[in-house]
Structures are given as structure tokens and as C-alpha cells.
């Protein structure tokens, strides 16, 4: 038997736009435009931020002072924009290429760093922000979240939780477990998916046969929204309003983000042996900054000296991650087993043992 929805049964394929590739605002009128000037201002320092961050987490790997780095170039707006209208409380599960995201929550670079230096986990200090540690296994932070929020629900909170996750990770088995789970328990949970058009090597269009990743939404029982990637403000104003839904106790919603990753997939990747510079060079013209830099100098909130903070502010940040990861304390390993439960089990007091007596014999 068909159950009663208001959930809407359509999913509209164009994307959300608030602001053209012109930097001029278009005839969207559905979503505000309507934010403070220092929000507007804050919106565009933590998008340059971001892709400075970004570009000396790469040095740094080429460096070798990190293992490895997913480099967010291009998807700056997606990000910042979807971050930036959350709670501190409302809980975030990054899968591992959002430093915008981590940015615009407060988690210093260098905590970033060291993890993917792998001389720390890197995950406590995640967690004091409400922000869960890196998912590498694709898609299993999804689970976390729908959890999560299924504990806000029952505690009777009013927070939300976000997870994050590529188009890639919308064909992982415990994507649709997740989505289904959430749809069922109407549960303050907001799937958001940056579509970057790739997942390593595989296009999006082989990655589904549905028309687009956000008409999923429909077999769940939960709205879908295709917004553009590459508008902070319009990944800003749709992202509120499924948040403002789910914390009214209106249940999930599934947010496809269409952007584009400018680099590779990670530092060990080149793109250049499955996609062309054509596609490329489509997206560059996109690019989110210069975008939203447009729109502040169309309102007359650019000048000079803004540009200058934040070029000031990038610099500072990118000294700081350098000395955080050059500077990098030795792992302490007892964290290994401390760090798991508020009380250490006898299990795994056996395994710290057992590790401290064979460093010992290794020193
Ligand atoms: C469960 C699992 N399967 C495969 C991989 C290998 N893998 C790492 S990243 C990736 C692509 C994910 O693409 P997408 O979800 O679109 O995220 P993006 O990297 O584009 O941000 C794959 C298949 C993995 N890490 N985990
Ligand atoms: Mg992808």
C-alpha cells in the first residue's frame, strides 16, 4: 500500500542558481540573496582561504612531509556555502576532501595536516568541534550520521547532522541503507553530495542510470534539490532551508551540490590520462571565486584593501600549517587504545601492553 507523503514526487533537474557565471544575480526567487555584508564578506575570505590551504597541503605533500592529500580545488563554494549556515552543534561527516568544510567549523589546518601526515590521528581534535574524523572507506559515514541523528532525535534536540559524500559514494551499498534508514525515521539528517563529476577515473555518468543524483531523493520519501556547486550562495541558501526542515522535525533531504574537481583526485593521481583539457577548461570558467568576487564588486563590497586581508589571512594560515606539520609532536600511540572509550577495556589495556613491550624491545 502507498504511503501518505508530502515528501514532492518531483526533483527539479535545473540547479539552484542565485548568482550567474557573470557574477550577476539571476531571477531565482525562491531563495534569499539576503545576508549581512560581513557574512557575504566572511563567505569570500574562507573560499580563498580554503584554496591556498589547499595548494600548500599540496606543496607539502610534494615535499614529502605528507603521505598524501585530496586537493577540494574548484568545489570552494560547495563547501563553504554548506557549512557555513550550520549550528557548532549540529554534527558534521566528512568523507575526505573537505577542508572548506573543516575550515569554516574552526578545526585548525595543521590538525588537517597531521593527519594526512599520519604522524597523529588527527581525529580528537575533529571531534571537539563536532566534526567526525575523515572517512576514507566511501560512503560508511553516511551510516554515522543517520545515527547520529537518530540519537538527536530521541534526546529531543534540535540540532542536525550533515553527511558529506561524493557521487561516487552514491553507488556504495551503505549509501542506500543510510538514505532508506533516514526516509523511514524522518530523521534530522542531510545527505549532501558534492557531484565533481568524477569518482578517481569514473565519469558520473557511468556512475548511475537515474536521471540525476538528487531524483534518488524521490524512492526515499525525501525531497531532493539540485543546487549549483559553484554559487556559495545559492549551497548556502538551500542548505539552511533543508536544515531549517529537518530541525522542525520535517526529516531528511538529499542535496546534489554540481560542481567539478579542478585537480586530481589525490596527489597520487593524474587526470590527464582520463579526462580532456576541453572539459577542463568548461569548468575553469566556472570557477566559484572569481564568481562570488564579481558579485561582491556588483554591490560594491570589494575593494582593495578586503583583497588584501584576505591575502594576509591566506598567508598567515599557510605559515601556521607548514609550522604545525614541520613541527609535528611524535605520535604518542597510547591514544591508540585510550582514545576509543571513556574507560579502557581489559582488551585493549592486553594490547597496549603487548605494543609497549615489543617497542621496547625494538628502541
Ligand atoms: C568502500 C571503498 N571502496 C573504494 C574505495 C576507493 N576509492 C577511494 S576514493 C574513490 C572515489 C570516490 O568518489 P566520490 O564519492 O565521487 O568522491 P570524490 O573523490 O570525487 O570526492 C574510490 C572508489 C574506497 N576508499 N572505499
Ligand atoms: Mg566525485
Avoid at 144 to 161: F, K, N, P, Y
Avoid at 180 to 186: C, S
Wanted: aromatic share 8%; net charge negative.
Amino acid at each position: 500500500m502507498a504511503r501518505k507523503s508530502q515528501t514532492p514526487m518531483t526533483v527539479d533537474l535545473e540547479p539552484v542558481q542565485l548568482v550567474g557565471p557573470d557574477g550577476t544575480p539571476t531571477a531565482e526567487e525562491r531563495y534569499s540573496r539576503d545576508l549581512s555584508t560581513e557574512t557575504l564578506c566572511w563567505l569570500y575570505e574562507m573560499m580563498v582561504v580554503t584554496r591556498e590551504l589547499d595548494d600548500e597541503f599540496v606543496n607539502l605533500q610534494r615535499q614529502g612531509e605528507l603521505a598524501l592529500f585530496t586537493p577540494c580545488r574548484g568545489q570552494e563554494a560547495a563547501q563553504v556555502g554548506a557549512a557555513a549556515c550550520l549550528r557548532a552543534t549540529d554534527w558534521l561527516f566528512p568523507q575526505y576532501r573537505e577542508l572548506g568544510v573543516y575550515l569554516v567549523r574552526g578545526i585548525p589546518p595543521g590538525h588537517v595536516g597531521a593527519a594526512w601526515r599520519g604522524s597523529w590521528h588527527g581525529g580528537l581534535e575533529f571531534t571537539t568541534k563536532c566534526c567526525a574524523p575523515m572517512s576514507v572507506p566511501v560512503g560508511t559515514q553516511t551510516l554515522h550520521a543517520v545515527g547520529a541523528a537518530m540519537a538527536a532525535q530521541r534526546l529531543g534536540e534540535d540540532s542536525v547532522t550533515v553527511a558529506f559524500l561524493g557521487d561516487g559514494a552514491t553507488s556504495e551499498g551503505d549509501v542506500h541503507e543510510a538514505l532508506n534508514l533516514a526516509g523511514v525515521f524522518r530523521v534530522p539528517c542531510l545527505f549532501y553530495v558534492q557531484n565533481n563529476q568524477w569518482a578517481i577515473s569514473t565519469p558520473v555518468r557511468k556512475q548511475t542510470a537515474a536521471v540525476s543524483i538528487a531524483h534518488k531523493a524521490i524512492g526515499y520519501g525525501m525531497p531532493g534539490i539540485r543546487v549549483d556547486g559553484n554559487d556559495v550562495l545559492a549551497c548556502y541558501a538551500v542548505m539552511a532551508e533543508a536544515a531549517a526542515r529537518a530541525r522542525a522535525g520535517n526529516g531528511p533531504s538529499l542535496i546534489e551540490a554540481v560542481t567539478y574537481r579542478l585537480g586530481p583526485h589525490t596527489t597520487a593521481d593524474d587526470p590527464t590520462r582520463y579526462r580532456d583539457q576541453q572539459e577542463l577548461d568548461r569548468w575553469l570558467a566556472l570557477d566559484p571565486i572569481p564568481r562570488f568576487r564579481r558579485y561582491l564588486q556588483g554591490l560594491g563590497l570589494w575593494s582593495q584593501s578586503l583583497e588584501d586581508r584576505v591575502a594576509a589571512r591566506s598567508a598567515g594560515q599557510r605559515a601556521e600549517l607548514r609550522d604545525a606539520v614541520f613541527d609535528a609532536p611524535d605520535f604518542d600511540v597510547d591514544e591508540l587504545f585510550t582514545a576509543v572509550y571513556a574507560h579502557i577495556t581489559p582488551e585493549l589495556e592486553a594490547q597496549r601492553r603487548q605494543l609497549r613491550a615489543e617497542l621496547a624491545r625494538t628502541e
